[in-house]
C-alpha cells in the first residue's frame, strides 16, 4: 500500500512537471522605444489605428513568446526581432487566434547562403534569401538578415523575404505546402483559386505579368510572391490583377 502511495505521488509529480515545463512562456511587455520602430521600418503597421497598433504590439510579443530566435555570426538586435515578428503577423493578422504550430525556431544568418545550409563568406553561389527547413528541420525557418532587412525598406517594390517564407509556413499548416492554404481558403474557393494560379502563371512564365518571375516557379512559390506583392503594393495589385487582389483580400480577411 506504502509503495503505491509513493507511485502515486510520484506520477503526480511527474505530471505537474510535464504540465509546469510544456507551459507557453508568457509574453513579454511590449518595450515602448519599439513603437518608433515599427512607425519607421513596418509600412503595415503605420498605417493602423491606434487601437489597431496596440493589438499588433501585442501579437508581436505573443510571436517572439512562441518561436525561438537564433543566429550564425551575428547578434540579433531589436529590429531584428520586429521585423521577424511583422512578417509573421502581417498575413494573419485578421486571425485573432493564429499560432505557428508548425515553428520552433528562426535562424538569422548575416546574408544569403547556399542549399547545404553552411555560411561562407567567400561563396559565390550564396543565393537563398529565405528558407523553411523540411525533415530534421522540420519546425525552422532561415532568414538573411540583409533580405529580410531590404524587404522592409521604404521604396517601390513588391519583394517582402519574411512574409515569403511565412506565407509558406501558412501554407504548410494542412500539411503540404501546394499553394492552396487550406487554413485560409474556404473549400468553395479553392477551384477559383487554383484557375487564377494557373492563369497568372502562364502570364509571368510568357513575360506578360509584373508579378515577380520566381512566382511562375510553381503554385506554392507563386502563393508567397503573390502574396509579397499584396502587401507592398496593394493598390498596384489590385489595379493590374483584380480578381488575384480580391481572392487574396478574402483569404487574408483584409478591408478596404
Known sequence: MLYT??????????????????????????????????????????????????????????????????????????????????????????????????????????????????????????HIAGMVGNGQFEKQMILSRKALHEGFEQKSHKQNTGIHEFVHLIDKQDGITDGVPEALIKRPYVIPWLKIIHKEMEAINDNKSDIRNYGGTNEAEFLAVASEYFFEQPELMKKKHPDLYQMLQACFRTKE
Not at 44 to 53: A, I, P, R
Request: proline share 3%; no cysteine.
Open 5 to 126: 502511495i509513493i507511485a502515486f505521488s510520484l506520477l503526480v509529480v511527474f505530471a505537474l512537471y510535464a504540465f509546469i515545463s510544456t507551459k507557453k512562456k508568457k509574453a513579454a511587455t511590449f518595450p515602448l522605444n519599439w513603437h518608433k520602430l515599427l512607425i519607421k521600418h513596418v509600412q503595415f503597421y503605420k498605417e493602423l489605428s491606434s487601437t489597431e497598433q496596440l493589438r499588433f504590439q501585442k501579437r508581436i510579443m505573443t510571436f517572439l513568446s512562441e518561436v525561438y530566435l537564433d543566429s550564425v555570426n551575428l547578434e540579433i538586435n531589436d529590429l531584428d526581432k520586429i521585423l521577424i515578428a511583422s512578417s509573421a503577423v502581417i498575413p494573419v493578422f485578421n486571425f485573432p487566434e493564429w499560432h505557428y504550430k508548425n515553428l520552433s525556431t528562426v535562424l538569422i544568418y548575416p546574408d544569403h547562403f547556399n542549399e547545404d545550409l553552411g555560411f561562407k563568406q567567400t561563396d559565390e553561389k550564396r
